[in-house]
């Protein structure tokens, strides 16, 4: 997502998955179990595990479910074996979908995921469809009431950002992930608040969507992360505030 309703589609997707907190936590779960089979149990070595960590705890997962997944992962106790799967897709209007999934069962989670594309209107693609389309950048929010534009882009620059764009009511830094960690540390050292921040894909382009577009594209966007083996799911439409509003209002009615 892109554009200057980007962080309104962030805050509607966000919303929409607290609703899902039981499901937040077993999706968190089974990421810190991968990232601690892959890399090691210490999070202080291991970069995937202590930022899957830091999710759970924005999450307010609870520190045993934490400490359990973690013993999973390095087989302290015993747990299920997940592979990491990407599926690449087009929503309504043409969008990009690009899709990360756990899963223990890769046919079932292939079926259900090509069932949920059919049922909303779009479609699988095959590997490499989309995903030129995507790139890994580290994304952290904050709003502006919380520092002034100058220092923060000062301080954002000087510590690795490679770039700060003004979105709405919030600032947005964008950071290679090699810088991510630099960067976040240099604005908690400053006590500087952040709306959000994390590890995501960014679309190189956006398709910018109307009304009734837009309620296809969430309505797909939301089926496919109900689903409880789909980690992520990012997409390059841009909707703007308004009719993010109308159809959050008219969800918040039903």
């Known amino acids: 997502m892109s554009g200057h309703s980007k962080w309104a589609n962030i805050k509607y997707r966000k919303g929409a998955a607290d609703v899902r907190k039981g499901k937040i936590f077993s999706k968190l779960a089974k990421e810190i179990t991968v990232a601690a089979k892959e890399g090691g149990g210490d999070s202080g070595a291991n970069a995937s595990l202590r930022h899957a960590i830091e999710k759970a705890r924005d999450a307010n997962m609870p520190m045993d479910n934490v400490e359990r997944a973690v013993k999973k992962g390095t087989g302290e106790l015993p747990g299920v074996s997940y592979e990491q799967v990407v599926y690449e897709g087009y929503g309504p209007a043409g969008i990009a979908i690009l899709i990360d999934a756990l899963t223990d069962n890769k046919n079932r989670t292939t079926s259900e995921v090509r069932s949920i594309f059919t049922k909303k209107g779009g479609n699988m693609a095959g590997a490499g469809s989309v995903s030129w389309i995507f790139h890994r950048k580290g994304l952290i929010v904050v709003d502006k009431n919380v520092v002034d534009e100058d220092i923060l882009l000062t301080m954002a620059i000087e510590s690795g950002a490679e770039d700060m764009k003004t979105e709405g009511d919030v600032f947005e830094i964008i950071i ?3 810088s991510f960690e630099a960067v976040k540390n240099a604005l908690t050292d400053k006590n500087i608040i952040m709306v959000s921040n994390e590890i995501t894909m960014l679309p190189s382009n956006s398709i910018k969507l109307g009304v009734q577009e837009a309620k296809r594209v969430l309505s797909l966007m939301d089926l496919l992360q109900s689903n409880d083996d789909v980690q992520q799911v990012y997409a390059n439409f841009d909707i703007p505030d308004e009719i993010i ?10």
Not at 245 to 252: F, L, P, R, Y
Request: hydrophobic share 15%; proline share 8%; charged share 40%.
């Open 176 to 178: 290679s992930p090699e």
């Open 245 to 254: 509003e109308e159809v959050a209002n008219e969800d918040s009615g039903n």
